[in-house]
């Protein structure tokens, strides 16, 4: 028998990451660097406007919190049900029906979805979100509407600032606008 791998979505993995979809890893890294490019645009206003620094740091610890977000639904298992799960004998008797996932042939509880990207049956599972690389499911949805709460929030913030900087101006748009 194999040494479970670090990282995986195999049950002996030890760690939950989908290693194996290459464009999840792409669309992940992408929405890092579209926030980080963000972050580096807001402070460059602020800073270029002299704005309160106050603004940056409410703008950062946005940022912080939707990339922490982000690795907690990407890292975390989503509800993966494991190859040895049998139905509970309460569900039997009150007559819900025993089925079995056919593509991995293993037991697949009430509301659960099999993710061929993660090659698992998940519990709850409402989609495999590529920009996640994981699917999410019972157990990551939470981290998954943070970081929608969060990515919301900085949209919005950056979005008042710019609005804010054009009601500010007295000329055309391009004259109100940083140039080199």
């Keep these: 028998m194999d040494a479970p791998a670090t990282f995986g979505t195999a049950e002996d993995d030890l760690h939950w990451l989908n290693v194996k979809d290459t464009p999840g890893f792409v669309m992940a890294s992408i929405a890092w660097l579209l926030v980080f490019y963000c972050d580096f645009v807001v402070t460059?206003?602020?800073?270029?406007?002299?704005?309160?620094?106050?603004?940056?740091?409410?703008?950062n610890v946005l940022v912080v919190l939707s990339l922490w977000s982000h690795l907690k639904t990407m890292l975390t298992d989503p509800?993966?049900?494991?190859?040895?799960?049998?139905p509970l004998a309460s569900a039997r008797d009150a007559g819900i029906p025993e089925t079995i996932?056919?593509?991995?042939?293993?037991?697949?509880?009430?509301?659960?979805h099999h993710c061929r990207i993660?090659?698992?049956?998940?519990?709850?599972?409402?989609?495999?979100?590529?920009?996640?690389?994981?699917?999410?499911?019972?157990?990551?949805q939470k981290h998954f509407v943070l970081f929608l709460i969060y990515t919301?929030?900085?949209?919005?913030?950056?979005?008042?600032?710019?609005?804010?900087r054009l009601s500010e101006c007295d000329g055309t748009i391009s004259e109100c606008l940083p140039s080199e």
């Design 44 to 59: 460059y206003m602020c800073l270029y406007y002299s704005w309160s620094y106050a603004l940056i740091i409410v703008y």
């Design 79 to 86: 509800g993966a049900v494991p190859r040895a799960a049998r």
């Design 101 to 112: 996932c056919g593509r991995c042939d293993a037991y697949k509880p009430p509301r659960s």
């Design 118 to 140: 993660c090659n698992r049956c998940i519990i709850r599972m409402d989609h495999h979100c590529p920009w996640m690389n994981n699917c999410i499911g019972a157990l990551n």
């Design 152 to 164: 919301w929030g900085q949209c919005t913030f950056a979005l008042t600032l710019l609005i804010v």
